[in-house]
């Protein structure tokens, strides 16, 4: 079995393969005081859940964008699985792409794995809008080159700045409000938060496709992604465990 680890900014994504098969996946919070024993004594109970035995990892590959999680990681990995993980790392790794940027390192490990993962899977040039502690746009060519992207704050990350920086604004959930003018101060957020990210999300879309001057599809993943999917015909496909497809594709090429 494949233990397949996503550590974002705000969640640590847990995935296990036999093979092709996801058997299982779970998130943790982000949290850089979390030691190697705790992650072991958190996947213990996960993995019984699903009566999988953790002890049976055959292999790790690990994404991670908070390079402070990486010793607890890895300590988890050898100390009680035995096992030395594949890091995504543009310089030490293969990747499946072609990144054609000035310095490839600078491409954090999610968007390559999301990008693979979407090049495989559609083979067609492509948009991969990614909802995480940043919203992001990868774009990736039908021949599998990367090609940049855009990076905006994300939804959350928004919500929280808004209610640190107004007073008398509260801490909101994300939902879809049901029109657009909002008659309470929390709707009225609820509104503004909502249509405003669908703006962002059409606005950027169209001008990426414009500059790109070809027929493009519009990938969306993260844990956002199905609140906005369906909301605009921007969004053309739904793929919630892209990062995770990713990371299996970055196994098979390197193991």
Request: hydrophobic share 45%.
């Amino acid at each position: 079995m494949l233990l397949a680890i996503d550590a974002g900014n705000t969640n640590i994504v847990f995935a296990v393969f036999d093979g092709e098969k996801l058997l299982g996946k779970w998130r943790l919070s982000t949290d850089i005081s979390r030691t190697s024993d705790e992650y072991a004594i958190a996947l213990l109970e996960l993995f019984k859940l699903e009566d999988l035995d953790l002890l049976k990892i055959d292999a790790v590959v690990i994404a991670s964008v908070v390079p402070q999680h990486n010793f607890a990681l890895k300590s988890f990995c050898s100390d009680y699985l035995s096992k030395k993980p594949i890091m995504v790392d543009s310089k030490k790794i293969k990747t499946g792409i072609t990144i054609k940027l000035n310095e490839s390192s600078e491409v954090g490990a999610d968007r390559i794995v999301n990008s693979l993962a979407a090049y495989k899977i559609y083979k067609k040039d492509a948009i991969i809008l990614d909802f995480g502690t940043a919203t992001t746009f990868d774009v990736i060519s039908s021949k599998g080159d990367y090609l940049g992207g855009v990076i905006a704050p994300g939804i959350d990350l928004s919500i929280k700045s808004l209610h640190r920086a107004a007073a008398k604004l509260p801490e909101i959930a994300v939902k879809k409000p049901t029109k657009i003018i909002g008659k309470t101060t929390v709707s009225a957020m609820q509104s503004g938060i909502f249509f405003g990210y669908l703006g962002l999300i059409e606005g950027i879309t169209e001008r990426i496709k414009k500059e790109y001057g070809k027929k493009m599809i519009i990938i969306a993943t993260g844990g956002l992604a199905t609140l906005f999917h369906g909301a605009t015909d921007s969004i053309n496909y739904l793929e919630p465990d892209l990062t995770i497809i990713g990371l299996k594709e970055i196994y098979k090429l390197n193991s």
